[in-house]
């Protein structure tokens, strides 16, 4: 629930910013204020006034983003990423607009594709998968010049008509961390076992190194949706603030693979990782930042609370407080300078 009474989707762990201030602390209203003041400003001028397509046509933005994208050493970027899923670019909201066009109409084709092909997959969901990926990739590689040509949707003016079912939106900027040359001390990883693992068959978010409480892990990339235009049927949904939702359902980064942790931990232990804003200290921009509550260990799965809400929605009910004090209670948690060494 919000301050309007209304349900919310996937949120920010409220309780949890209660109780410990923001990164650089400033409070819960003024953060809100400034986001709204920002991100409301930016989507009248620059979204709710137009089509998307008239986004898309204005040639100053398609070539600064062209700038931008060249600047982005493609060897950077996460190489065990879903098809269907692209990342965002860490730069002026704006700017992201027309490089996310494109990639949300073909995004949304493979994601479809690739929702039905798991969904084919019935039983021996784990073996068909890998038995269709490898097809999938002989075939990809006989396909590659043909789709370096054209896109995987063919040519551009045949994508044109599918503008208007894009969710109006726009991205917040992410955190170049992600892209920076050290690989990010997580990573996606297909969900094969356990057999009674509640997401097998999908993705989740894994440590591949040690990850101490308190460490502001990455920040949730997303689109920026206002109430009225969020997609209902979007399980990627996150409260932002006010009337405003991040969507990563087709666009998103790292952040869109964190599971919630029912069914994987149990109600004592909780989940590992809570989402809260913070400024963040380099650009001073609002995001929404996933922190670490307990140590994670490498190979472990990284879990957040969805929220009573988000499963209620869904028709499931689950038990336990929404949040309990206990989970964050490793946050003081510095010990084991020999963990540095992992
Ligand atoms: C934000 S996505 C998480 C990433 C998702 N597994 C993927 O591969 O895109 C949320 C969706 O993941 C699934 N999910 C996440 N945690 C779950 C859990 N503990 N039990 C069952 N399903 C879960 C649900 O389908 C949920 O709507």
């Given at each position: 629930?919000?301050?309007?009474?209304?349900?919310?989707?996937?949120?920010?762990?409220?309780?949890?910013?209660?109780?410990?201030?923001?990164?650089?602390?400033?409070?819960?209203?003024?953060?809100?204020?400034?986001?709204?003041?920002?991100?409301?400003?930016?989507?009248?001028?620059?979204?709710?006034?137009?089509?998307?397509?008239?986004?898309?046509?204005?040639?100053?933005?398609?070539?600064?983003?062209?700038?931008?994208?060249?600047?982005?050493?493609?060897?950077?970027?996460?190489?065990?990423?879903?098809?269907?899923?692209?990342?965002?670019?860490?730069?002026?909201?704006?700017?992201?607009?027309?490089?996310?066009?494109?990639?949300i109409v073909q995004g949304r084709r493979r994601q479809q594709k690739e929702l039905q092909q798991i969904?084919?997959?019935?039983?021996?969901?784990?073996?068909?998968?890998?038995?269709?990926?490898?097809?999938?990739?002989?075939?990809?590689?006989?396909?590659?010049?043909?789709?370096?040509?054209?896109?995987?949707?063919?040519?551009?003016?045949?994508?044109?008509?599918?503008?208007?079912?894009?969710?109006?939106?726009?991205?917040?900027?992410?955190?170049?961390?992600?892209?920076?040359?050290?690989?990010?001390?997580?990573?996606?990883?297909?969900?094969?076992?356990?057999?009674?693992?509640?997401?097998?068959?999908?993705?989740?978010?894994?440590?591949?190194?040690?990850?101490?409480?308190?460490?502001?892990?990455?920040?949730?990339?997303?689109?920026?949706?206002?109430?009225?235009?969020?997609?209902?049927?979007?399980?990627?949904?996150?409260?932002?603030?006010?009337?405003?939702?991040?969507d990563a359902s087709v666009h998103g980064n790292h952040g869109r693979f964190v599971n919630d942790f029912?069914?994987?931990?149990?109600?004592?232990?909780?989940?590992?990782?809570?989402?809260?804003?913070?400024?963040?200290?380099?650009?001073?921009?609002?995001?929404?930042?996933?922190?670490?509550?307990?140590?994670?260990?490498?190979?472990?799965?990284?879990?957040?609370?969805?929220?009573?809400?988000?499963?209620?929605?869904?028709?499931?009910?689950?038990?336990?407080?929404?949040?309990?004090?206990?989970?964050?209670?490793?946050?003081?948690?510095?010990?084991?300078?020999?963990?540095?060494?992992?």
């Amino acid at each position: 629930m919000n301050s309007t009474g209304k349900e919310r989707p996937l949120g920010g762990n409220k309780k949890y910013n209660q109780d410990i201030a923001p990164m650089d602390p400033l409070d819960a209203e003024k953060i809100e204020s400034i986001v709204n003041a920002k991100l409301n400003k930016d989507l009248e001028q620059l979204l709710m006034p137009k089509t998307i397509s008239s986004i898309v046509q204005q040639p100053l933005q398609q070539q600064e983003t062209q700038e931008h994208v060249s600047t982005i050493d493609p060897d950077l970027l996460p190489v065990n990423w879903p098809k269907h899923v692209k990342y965002l670019l860490d730069y002026e909201y704006h700017l992201s607009i027309p490089v996310s066009l494109l990639d949300i109409v073909q995004g949304r084709r493979r994601q479809q594709k690739e929702l039905q092909q798991i969904e084919a997959l019935g039983k021996d969901r784990k073996e068909r998968y890998e038995e269709d990926k490898n097809k999938e990739n002989e075939s990809d590689d006989s396909n590659k010049n043909k789709e370096e040509k054209e896109g995987d949707d063919g040519p551009r003016s045949e994508l044109e008509s599918d503008y208007d079912d894009i969710p109006i939106g726009h991205a917040i900027p992410g955190s170049l961390r992600t892209l920076s040359s050290d690989p990010p001390p997580y990573e996606i990883r297909f969900i094969d076992s356990p057999p009674d693992h509640p997401v097998l068959g999908s993705y989740g978010l894994f440590a591949t190194k040690l990850l101490r409480p308190g460490l502001h892990l990455l920040d949730y990339i997303s689109l920026v949706v206002p109430d009225g235009y969020a997609d209902p049927n979007s399980d990627h949904t996150l409260y932002l603030c006010n009337d405003l939702n991040l969507d990563a359902s087709v666009h998103g980064n790292h952040g869109r693979f964190v599971n919630d942790f029912r069914g994987i931990r149990t109600q004592e232990q909780g989940p590992n990782v809570c989402w809260d804003l913070h400024r963040d200290v380099i650009t001073g921009q609002v995001r929404m930042g996933c922190k670490v509550l307990k140590r994670i260990q490498p190979g472990e799965e990284i879990l957040c609370t969805y929220g009573k809400a988000y499963w209620k929605s869904r028709g499931i009910l689950v038990t336990g407080n929404e949040w309990e004090d206990e989970w964050d209670t490793d946050l003081d948690d510095q010990s084991d300078d020999d963990d540095d060494a992992k």
